[in-house]
DNA sequence: GTCTATAGCGGGATAGAC
DNA sequence: GTCTATCCCGCTATAGAC
C-alpha cells in the first residue's frame, strides 16, 4: 500500500458508515473489521473519533468546493449549475441505503463533539452559499419571479432535498424524492423545462 | 407516585433527549439520573431500550390521531387544518434545541431496532396521508392549482418542514425556518393570506 | 415498584513491541 | 505503520432482596 490508502480506506468507509447509520452508531470496530486492520491502527490515523469526524466533514467541504470550480471552469450558466445540484442530490439516493451527509449531521447535531459542530457549520454555510450566488444570478437572468429572495429560494430546496432523502430512504419509497424534486423545480423556475431531472426509474 | 406515574415520566424525558440528540445518543442512566431512580427501575417499565422506542412512537401516533380527532371536532375546514399543521411545526422549533421526532427518527433509520423501524413507517404513513387527504380537500375547495397531486404537494410540505426544522437548529437560525415555512406557503396556495403563520419573533 | 449488585459486552483509547 | 495487550468506562440487561 503507497502511503496514506489506509488513511483513506478509512475515511472511505467511515463515510459509508456514516451516510448509512449516523455518527454515533458506527464504531472503530466496524472499520477495523470492514478494511482488516485493528482498531489500534486507526487511532494512529486518527487519534480520536472526533478527528475523524472532523476530517470527514473537511473531505465533504473540500470536495464540495473542487465540484463548484469545476462549474465555474466550464462556464456553466445558473441553470446548468442547478441541473448539476439536482442530479447530484439523485446521485446520493441512488447509493442505496445512504442519504447525504448534511442531513446526518444536523439531526444528530446536539449529540456531536464540539469540534464537528463547528466544522459542519461552516461546511453548512458553505453549501447555502453556493445556492444564494447561484440562484442569484438566476434571478438576474429571469429564471424565477423576481419576488423572492435568493435566500428564501436556497433554505427551501436545502431543506427539502435533505428532507425528502431522509423520507424516502426510511419509507423505502425513493419515487417520493423524485416528486419532490419535480414539484420544487415546477414551483420555482418560471420554465421548468429549462432543468432537466433524472427519470424515476433510476434508483 | 400514582401508578403510572414513573413511567410517564420516563417516556417524558426520553421523547425530550430523542429530540434533542437522538435514539442512540442517550442511555438509560441519562434517564435514571435525571428523574431519581436507578436504571434497573428502567428496565422493569421497559424490558429493553427497543421497547421504550417503540413505546415513544406508539405514542406519538396517538398524540397524532387525537390532534386530528380535535380537527374533525371543530368542523375545520382544509385551511384551517393547514394553518394548524403548520403552526404545530412552529412550536417544534420553539422547544428550544428540539427537533421533530420524524426527523430525528429517519435520519438514524438503518440504526434503529427493528420493531422501531417497522412503528416508524407507519407513523410515517398515518402523516403522509393525514396530509394528503386534507390537501386533497382543500384542493376540491379551490385552495391550490389543481395540477398537482396531493401526494406530490404533501411529500413537499413533510420533507421541506423536517429538513428546515433540522437545518435552522443546527445552524442556531430559527429565521430560516420561517422563511421556508413562508415560502411553502406562498408557492402552493392560490391564496397565501388564508393561512397566517405566526411571527418570526417567537424563537 | 424500586433497590443493590453484578454480569457481560463493546465502546474509545493508550503503551509498547515489532 | 501495524500489531498485541490491556485499561477504563459506560452501556444494556438480569437476579434477587426489600
Redesign the pocket.
Known sequence: ?S?GD?RTAILDLAEELLRTRSFNSF????IAAEIG?????I???F????DLGVALIERFRLRAGAWASRMVERNATPAEKLEAYFQAQFEILRDEGKICAQGILSAEFNALPERMKESYMEFLEEQQQWLVRVLGKGQELGLFADDRTPEELAALIQSAMQGSLQIARASGRPERFQAVAEELVRRIFTAPETVSLPDAAAS
Open positions: 500500500m502511503p489506509t464504531s472503530y470496530q466496524d486492520i485493528r482498531k489500534a491502527s487511532h494512529y490515523h487519534p480520536g473519533k472526533e
